[in-house]
């Protein structure tokens, strides 16, 4: 009789000296290939998503570019493909920003030689002849001007009443920084994305002037509470637009993952943290989009579809890249043929996608019909009775593919309709790399404020305003946004 002990996951086979009957043998040898057989079925399994997870990069995945360090390969090179490639420097018609002379200078520093070789000592006027000018533009000597404000009362001479003059509405204490000193601490805060520390370093080292943590997280919240106002006519604009970018990103609030949202045009953009990510902060955050009716562009995030009323077109970037995935680690065809046909669709002039409407999706359904027959079915697993097949992500991909067919293709027949989500994604840049500085935000309250004075800056950037003259004006009262409306 053969015995099995399982030592250190090893089989080790002894034999009994026993006899047995050959049938009792075959039968105990036949059960024991049934079960290393599902053994290493559940090992190649394993084995090959572990495999899958170490090949995923930024060209591949989701995963952020930062992830794969020097060696990095951008979903940029498919889309470029066939594309010639620009030589270094600048190229043939680009404008430049070089750096030019201006009229009116503000200080003029004279070079006049003084003696010549055989001991002449220039002097007169006449003498000197102009030859030509340089110009050096320089940051002046940085310091704080104080504005001392003197409040007076006066009595009447006729009546004997008294009367007192008031302070500004924005003097409210003994001493106090003013609004431009306000603007370049937000702009160090939020844009920069400096930590407080290394702000009140700057400040010091710049204006002589120490300034603590908690004032700095004054002013944040002071800019915020004046772009309420702006913050809801952002919210309208957005809804009001004929297409608007959706997506989302992991932050840390107060040691525990949250989620940052985000909406943007071309030329707005609305961010709002929430501790979830799917369809209650959607509707919570996004209530002003209940009745949206133009196009929401997205990465497939499900929540999403929830919008009746709206019009979605998905990001073919992020599918580029997870056909390149497919392409990489289960080498189908299918999934090379998908990627080629969405990137030439891409290439192809609008009006003639429109003429060949028809065979376009016929042809993007006759891919999805090859996938069908090369994909393999799911295994199901013989230790587990119940529960539905496992799928993998060529599967998870293909049916996603054809269930959302219409949205995929929505940018090649609709010409507002953009190709990639990437607008939305680089709105949410920013919320990375203060991330990355400052680890997490303290509090919920503090995410607010840092997404309402981003979404204002962004927006003001995307006007082409000035980002430190529209803060400074925001703690004036008044900006861009709310001046125009």
């Given at each position: 009789?053969?015995?099995?002990?399982?030592?250190?996951?090893?089989?080790i086979?002894?034999?009994k000296?026993?006899?047995?009957s050959?049938?009792?043998?075959?039968?105990y040898?036949?059960?024991?290939?049934?079960?290393?057989?599902?053994?290493?079925a559940?090992?190649?399994s394993?084995n090959?998503?572990?495999r899958?997870?170490?090949?995923?990069?930024s060209?591949?995945?989701?995963?952020?570019?930062?992830?794969?360090?020097?060696?990095?390969?951008s979903?940029t090179e498919?889309l470029?493909?066939?594309?010639?490639?620009?030589?270094r420097?600048?190229?043939?018609?680009?404008?430049?920003?070089?750096?030019?002379?201006?009229?009116?200078?503000?200080?003029?520093?004279?070079?006049?030689p003084?003696?010549?070789?055989?001991g002449?000592?220039?002097?007169?006027?006449s003498?000197?002849?102009?030859?030509?000018?340089?110009?050096?533009?320089?940051?002046?000597?940085?310091?704080?001007?104080?504005y001392?404000?003197?409040?007076?009362?006066?009595?009447?001479?006729?009546?004997g009443?008294?009367?007192?003059?008031?302070?500004p509405?924005?003097?409210?204490a003994?001493?106090?920084?003013?609004?431009?000193?306000?603007?370049?601490?937000?702009?160090?805060?939020v844009v920069?994305?400096?930590?407080?520390a290394?702000?009140?370093?700057?400040?010091?080292?710049?204006?002589?002037?120490?300034?603590?943590?908690?004032?700095?997280?004054?002013?944040?919240?002071?800019?915020?509470?004046?772009?309420?106002?702006?913050?809801?006519?952002?919210?309208?604009?957005?809804?009001?637009?004929?297409?608007?970018?959706?997506?989302?990103?992991?932050?840390?609030?107060?040691?525990k993952?949250?989620?940052?949202?985000?909406?943007?045009?071309?030329?707005y953009?609305?961010?709002?943290?929430?501790?979830k990510?799917?369809?209650?902060?959607?509707?919570?955050?996004?209530?002003?989009?209940?009745?949206?009716?133009?196009?929401?562009?997205?990465?497939?995030?499900?929540?999403y579809?929830?919008l009746?009323?709206t019009?979605?077109?998905?990001?073919?970037?992020?599918?580029?890249?997870?056909l390149q995935?497919i392409?990489?680690?289960?080498?189908?065809?299918?999934?090379?043929?998908m990627?080629d046909?969405l990137?030439?669709?891409?290439?192809?002039?609008?009006?003639?996608?429109?003429?060949?409407q028809?065979?376009?999706?016929?042809?993007?359904?006759?891919?999805?019909?090859f996938?069908?027959?090369?994909?393999?079915p799911?295994?199901?697993?013989?230790?587990?009775?119940?529960?539905?097949?496992?799928k993998?992500k060529?599967?998870?991909?293909?049916?996603?593919?054809?269930?959302?067919?219409?949205?995929?293709?929505?940018?090649?027949?609709?010409k507002?309709?953009?190709?990639?989500?990437?607008?939305?994604?680089?709105?949410?840049r920013?919320?990375?790399i203060?991330?990355?500085?400052?680890?997490?935000?303290?509090?919920?309250?503090?995410?607010?404020?840092?997404?309402?004075?981003?979404?204002f800056?962004?927006?003001?950037?995307?006007?082409?305003?000035?980002?430190?003259e529209?803060?400074?004006?925001?703690?004036?009262?008044?900006?861009?946004?709310?001046?125009?409306t």
């Open positions: 009789m053969i015995r099995v002990y399982h030592i250190n996951k090893r089989l086979f002894a034999f000296k026993e006899k047995v050959q049938t009792e043998e075959i039968l040898l036949r059960d024991l290939v049934e079960r290393l057989v599902i053994k290493i559940e090992l190649s394993e090959a998503e572990l899958a997870r170490l090949s995923q990069h060209g591949n995945s989701s995963r952020p570019p930062s992830v794969d360090g020097y060696r990095k390969k979903c498919i470029k493909a066939g594309v010639e490639k620009k030589k420097g600048g190229q043939i018609g680009h404008k430049g920003n070089t750096l030019h002379q201006i009229s009116h200078s503000d200080f003029v520093v004279e070079h006049k003084a003696v010549c070789n055989c002449h000592h220039f002097g007169g006027v003498e000197y002849e102009f030859l030509e000018k340089r110009q050096v533009f320089e940051i002046p000597p940085q310091r704080i001007d104080v001392e404000h003197h409040v007076y009362q006066v009595r009447c001479p006729v009546c009443q008294k009367h007192k003059a008031e302070f509405s924005g003097v409210t003994q001493a106090q920084y003013g609004n431009r000193m306000r603007s370049f601490i937000a702009i160090l805060n920069c994305s400096v930590p407080m290394k702000i009140s370093q700057i400040i010091e080292d710049l204006f002589g002037v120490s300034i603590n943590e908690g004032t700095i997280v004054s002013i944040c919240k002071q800019l915020s509470g004046n772009l309420e106002a702006s913050d809801k006519i952002l919210q309208q604009l957005i809804s009001n637009s004929d297409v608007v970018n959706a997506d989302e990103t992991g932050i840390r609030i107060s040691k993952t949250s989620w940052l949202h985000n909406y943007s045009t071309p030329f953009t609305y961010l709002f943290p929430h501790v990510r799917g369809t209650e902060a959607i509707e919570k955050g996004g209530a002003f989009l209940k009745d949206f009716k133009g196009w929401l562009i997205h990465d497939c995030w499900k929540p579809f929830k009746t009323n019009q979605h077109g998905l990001c073919n970037a992020h599918l580029i890249r997870e995935f392409v990489e680690n289960n080498n189908r065809v299918w999934a090379k043929r990627q046909f990137v030439k669709l891409n290439k192809t002039p609008f009006e003639e996608r429109l003429e060949n028809t065979q376009l999706k016929i042809e993007y359904d006759n891919i999805c019909r996938a069908k027959n090369e994909e393999p799911p295994i199901q697993n013989p230790t587990i009775r119940k529960g539905r097949k496992k993998t060529a599967i998870n991909l293909l049916e996603r593919l054809i269930e959302y067919k219409e949205y995929v293709l929505a940018f090649a027949f609709n507002n309709v953009p190709f990639t989500n990437n607008l939305a994604e680089r709105d949410l920013t919320a990375k203060k991330m990355k500085v400052s680890n997490c935000f303290r509090s919920f309250e503090g995410a607010e404020h840092y997404a309402r004075i981003a979404s800056i962004s927006t003001a950037r995307k006007n082409k305003h000035n980002i430190f529209e803060i400074y004006h925001s703690f004036c009262g008044f900006n861009f946004l709310t001046v125009d």
